[in-house]
Every structure is written in structure tokens, then in C-alpha cells.
């Protein structure tokens, strides 16, 4: 690999199938997580809480849960939970805070855990793949065993914490259909990881862009979030994401030749997010649509990176459009000649 770069991302971002088989044999083992918080009904509330890359996929984590389970929901930042309590929750409901964290290290998250502790009204628990750490030695956590990473960026971590969870919100919800749709997105994640890594280093090579925007809508819109700031943290561009149909709003101004507009495509709202796209391109973007399959009405795009799974709800789906945004990332990274394994100013564990 040139310069030697992104030895230690790139087998990261390739492994992700393992680790996702895995998340899903370790929540067989863990079923009384399940049974215990994310599974009762005694709690009014559900919160998922994170930083950064943790804080978006406890994004599609909540929806995911909301839309499956039946029951509220909602994802914060964690240091809003430890500063801000009583804008994100209101007093005298029953909440269960679920602490999301690749390392279990993040101050943030164990401030905003600790916060809570021996406050009427609140339980908590987490997920993260550090068996050690000290979230999961505070709290009752998943384990994601295979995600544990040694470069800074968050990739098979997140792609299989985000699946483990979804996976336990299926059981939760007691539906067979949505436990077997978890069975089928870790049968399908090798092929789509093996197919991204081709299709996203052609795709790199042979297009000059300088602006990079990501949309998603429902439980797509975290996922748009951390594709953002996955290539932000891997190669220092230019990029923002947004709510689809909000990308009309004000922000399209921005759009000209060199802007790359990569639209999650989910199929509750396929007609209405395709207008979006194809108006993007009549302004000059570049479109790549990441979609369960491609049709005449993407045949306007530039692009189209098909992850199969129509049969799928887009929340079960959603981990399978991973890999190829992340692999994008990485090689725009060797693109700009920058080391996605050493980001500037960042470390793998955040504390303050």
C-alpha cells in the first residue's frame, strides 16, 4: 500500500464480517442483557447516549429500537446527559441510560453514567467492545469481541456495536421476522465488504472532488453523520451531511462541479430521496446512490453501490451501506497522500 498508509485501518474495515458474527453468537450468550433492560417494559424511556462516531450510531441505534420495539427512544451526546439533564429528560419517568463506547473509556460517557447513579427514575447500561474497560466494569454491557481496534478511526467496531444492538432491539421486540433479518445481514456482510473495496477505490481514483455532503433519512440520518465524519477524521475534506429531504432547505446552495452528494437510499422514502439526488446532479454534483438495488429511477447517478437485501427493513439494512463509505474514506485518504491510521489531533480514547 502506498507510503505504507492504512496498514493497520484497511484489515480493520475488511474484518467486519468477522466481527459482526461474532456480536451476533456473543448476544446469544447474552440474552438476559436483553431480557433485563433493553427488553423491559418497566422503562418509560430508552436513551442512548455516545461521542462522535458512538453518539451517531446511538442515532440509528434509537430509531432502530423506536421503529422495531414500539417503545420511546431517543440518542444524546453523552456530555448532555451529565450537563444538560433536564433538557434531554424530563423528571419522573422511569429511564434506562445506555452508554455506547468502542474503548469504555470515553470520559464523557463514564461522567454521564456516573451522573445518574443513585438518581430516582434511572438504570444503567451500555455496549462496547472492552470486555475490561471501565464502563463495563460500572455498568452491565454488551460485548462486541471482535471489534476491538488498533487504529483511531472507528470502523468494525461501530459497524458491528451498531448490529449488535439492532440484533438485541429484534429479540426485544419479540418478532421472529426481525431476529431472522439479523441472521441474514451477517450471511450478506462478506460479500458487500468484498465488493465495496473494489468499487470504492475505482470510484476514488477516478473522480477530482472537493466537497463531500452524505444524506440519510430515519435510521439512515446517523449513519449520513458518521460517513461524514469518517472521511473528515481519515483524510481532512470538506464535508457535511443532512437530512435528505432538509438538504433542500438552505444547504443545496452549496452544491457545484467537485461536490460529491452520497445519498443513503432507503426504501420507505426511495421517490422522494431520488428527486433530491437527481436535483443535485442537474446542479453539477457528483451522485453516488448506496441502495439494496439499483433501477431505472438511479439510472441518473453517477454511481450506484448496490448492497442487495431488498427483502430487508432499511434499519436491519443499514450495516451493510458501512463498509463501502468507509472504504471511501480510506482511500481519499491515500488519495490526499494522508495516513488514516494516525489522524492529526486525535486519539483513539477521548478524555478530559
Known amino acids: 500500500m502506498a507510503n505504507a498508509f492504512g496498514q493497520l485501518t484497511y484489515p480493520e474495515i475488511s474484518a467486519q464480517a468477522e466481527a459482526l458474527a461474532a456480536a451476533h453468537a456473543q448476544l446469544n450468550v447474552q440474552r438476559d442483557w436483553v431480557d433485563r433492560y433493553i427488553g423491559n417494559s418497566a422503562y418509560d424511556e430508552v436513551i442512548f447516549i455516545g461521542s462522535g462516531s458512538s453518539y451517531y450510531q446511538a442515532q440509528t441505534m434509537a430509531a432502530t429500537f423506536k421503529k422495531w420495539v414500539g417503545r420511546p427512544a431517543s440518542a444524546h451526546p453523552s456530555s448532555e446527559i451529565y450537563l444538560f439533564r433536564d433538557a434531554a429528560a424530563v423528571p419522573g419517568r422511569n429511564y434506562l ?42 455498568t452491565q454491557c454488551l460485548i462486541s469481541p471482535l471489534g476491538k481496534e488498533k487504529s483511531t478511526v472507528m470502523t468494525k467496531s461501530l ?62 440520518y446517523g449513519l449520513s453523520q458518521e460517513a461524514c465524519l469518517k472521511i473528515k477524521e481519515m483524510s481532512y475534506v470538506w464535508t457535511e451531511s443532512f437530512g435528505t429531504l432538509e438538504f433542500r432547505h438552505g444547504p443545496k446552495s452549496i452544491v457545484e462541479p467537485g461536490t460529491l452528494v452520497c445519498l443513503l437510499l432507503s426504501e420507505t422514502a426511495r421517490s422522494y430521496e431520488l428527486k433530491v439526488a437527481e436535483e443535485m446532479k442537474a446542479y453539477g454534483a457528483t451522485v453516488l446512490v448506496v441502495t439494496a438495488a439499483k433501477g431505472d429511477d438511479t439510472a441518473f447517478a453517477d454511481a450506484v453501490f448496490e448492497v442487495g437485501g431488498a427483502e430487508l427493513s432499511d434499519e436491519a439494512r443499514g450495516v451493510l451501506y458501512l463498509p463501502v463509505l468507509q472504504y471511501i474514506g480510506f482511500y481519499t485518504a491515500l488519495k490526499n497522500n494522508v495516513d488514516p491510521d494516525h489522524p492529526r489531533n486525535l486519539t483513539q480514547v477521548v478524555k478530559i
Open 97 to 138: 441510560l445506555v452508554g455506547v463506547s468502542r474503548s469504555g473509556e470515553s470520559t464523557e460517557v463514564i461522567l454521564a453514567l456516573e451522573s445518574v447513579k443513585g438518581v430516582p427514575g434511572w438504570t444503567t447500561c451500555g455496549i462496547t467492545c472492552h470486555e475490561d474497560s471501565k464502563m463495563a466494569q460500572m
Open 159 to 220: 459497524s458491528s456495536m451498531t448490529f449488535m444492538m439492532q440484533a438485541a432491539s429484534a429479540v426485544a421486540s419479540g418478532k421472529p421476522e426481525l431476529q431472522a433479518e439479523a441472521g441474514k445481514v451477517v450471511e450478506a456482510d462478506a460479500a458487500v465488504v468484498k465488493a465495496a473495496d473494489p468499487f470504492a477505490k475505482t470510484f476514488v481514483r477516478e473522480r477530482e472532488l472537493n466537497k463531500f455532503i452524505y444524506l440519510g433519512m430515519g435510521s439512515y
